[in-house]
């Protein structure tokens, strides 16, 4: 366990909806990423949020969007779902500090299917 | 943009066998190595990683990995698997200045025979 937590753990969704999903970050940890991991393949990264602010982009269009809250939370956001949005998404949270680079720990992710 | 290659997506070993995963990663700058691993029904977790010094690291588990930079490697060892290491195992680079956001290989899938 990682103290990462993220909610739903399972969410089937049909072709052109919205979808909400949450994390709560560790104790400590102010910096969220988000990454998609599709069937077989590795993580691929969607953005991170730091202070409040997206803080790093990946290949992912702007119907991928996030929040993150005070208490460092973050929500990840897909509109206008496609077939292809079906993965395991995960979140991971890490502390930020003068630029130094500390490990980042992975909540359980959310399993959306897209009908 | 960096990339990082598993050149093993599938192993299957016995138990009390050798293991080495290998990984490349395509980055000229300074990066950061990772290896985590995904236990069936589990969240992925870390083994391992190297940002400095001993370019040998050692991690969880008696896993140990080795940071060769003139061959872009970070390579996955252990001298003995067991059952339990029965899982999927990701190498992972970060590159300095580049933020804290991780470039995954696709993963290598281990198997276990008893």
């Known amino acids: ?115 | 943009a960096q990339s990082v290659s598993q050149h093993n997506h599938h192993v299957i070993l016995s138990e009390a066998a050798s293991l080495e995963l290998g990984c490349n990663y395509s980055y000229g700058g300074t990066v950061n190595l990772f290896w985590y691993v995904q236990y069936p029904g589990q969240h992925l977790q870390l083994l391992l990683k190297y940002f400095s010094g001993d370019p040998l690291v050692k991690g969880i588990k008696g896993f140990e990995a080795e940071f060769i930079k003139s061959k872009f490697s970070f390579n996955l060892r252990k001298p003995s698997v067991q059952w339990s290491d029965t899982a999927e195992y990701f190498c992972a680079v970060t590159v300095t200045g580049g933020g804290n956001k991780l470039t995954f290989g696709t993963g290598t899938q281990l198997k276990v025979e008893l």
Do not use: M
């Open chain 1, 1 to 115: 366990e990682t103290g990462v937590t993220q909610s739903p753990t399972h969410l089937i969704k049909t072709r052109g909806q919205q979808v909400t999903l949450r994390c709560s970050s560790q104790s400590g940890h102010n910096t969220v990423s988000w990454y998609q991991q599709a069937l077989g393949q590795g993580p691929q990264f969607i953005f991170q949020y730091y202070r409040e602010e997206e803080n790093g982009r990946g290949n992912f269009p702007p119907r991928f969007s996030g929040l993150q809250f005070p208490n460092y939370s973050s929500e990840l956001n897909v509109n206008a779902l496609e077939l292809d949005d079906s993965a395991l998404y995960l979140c991971a949270s890490s502390r930020t500090s003068g630029g130094a680079i500390y490990e980042q720990f992975f909540g359980p992710g959310t399993r959306l299917t897209v009908l």
